[in-house]
């Protein structure tokens, strides 16, 4: 019984040695390269933005950070992506997203228009092809609204108006889309996907390509010609 009780602390310490010789599996490498990384990143903060100044300065020493069409300036596209954004934009797309947004507004108010799944369809009114039903949603100053994922929206910004917009990380399977509809019948016009890393620049390009395009804003039911600029109601 002595030799068996001396032999375990000695097997013991054996077991963890070949443990340890043994080569680390790839995924586990790659998370502790993401931990280190994020602590490094973590040593250098970055300086609180004040909201209220920032929006002061905005017509002079920030209005060429806000530009038509989405008019935002990204603060953070790291873990979140942050961003401030101002009115008027110049924008019709229905953005899809499959992880929330949630949404503050500073300064004024927005018009988020939506198209709402679960609604049920008006019996008067123009319909989404896609089903539910278009649903209007003001933001007005002081509010906060958290969107669904896959809710399709479309954001609307009034003159003046400033508001902060906190989105996900997009995973690596997650795809955005831009899709218009016609605003004659409700069909969708016109579709357009990719995997979303910057904000600022695909959505502007993409929806600048739209514009563009003659052939792609007429709807194929209607022949109407999709609008690419708001009515700012």
Not at 21 to 47: D, G, M, Y
Not at 133 to 158: S, V, W, Y
């Amino acid at each position: 019984m002595q030799a068996a009780s001396a032999i375990r602390p000695l097997a013991r310490r054996s077991i963890l040695w070949t443990l340890h010789k043994q080569p680390i599996c790839p995924r586990i490498t790659a998370q502790r390269a993401a931990i280190s990384t994020t602590t490094a990143r973590l040593q250098e903060l970055a300086a609180p933005l004040n909201i209220p100044k920032w929006s002061a300065a905005e017509l002079s020493e920030n209005s060429n950070l806000l530009q038509p069409p989405i008019n935002n300036y990204c603060v953070n596209n790291e873990s979140m992506t942050v961003m401030i954004i101002g009115g008027p934009n110049a924008r019709t797309d229905y953005h899809i997203n499959e992880t929330p947004e949630w949404f503050y507004q500073y300064k004024g108010s927005m018009l988020l228009q939506t198209v709402d799944p679960f609604a049920p369809p008006s019996p008067n009114g123009i319909n989404p092809s896609t089903g539910g039903a278009f649903k209007d949603i003001r933001i007005n100053e002081g509010d906060i609204f958290l969107l669904p994922p896959n809710t399709p929206h479309n954001p609307i910004r009034f003159k003046d108006s400033v508001g902060v917009v906190i989105e996900q990380r997009r995973p690596e399977t997650s795809i955005d889309r831009l899709r218009w509809y016609c605003n004659g019948c409700g069909e969708v016009v016109h579709e357009k996907s990719f995997y979303c890393t910057d904000l600022g620049t695909q959505l502007k390009a993409a929806v600048q390509a739209f514009e563009n395009d003659i052939e792609a804003r007429k709807c194929k039911k209607c022949g109407e010609v999709c609008e690419v600029k708001p009515k700012q109601t």
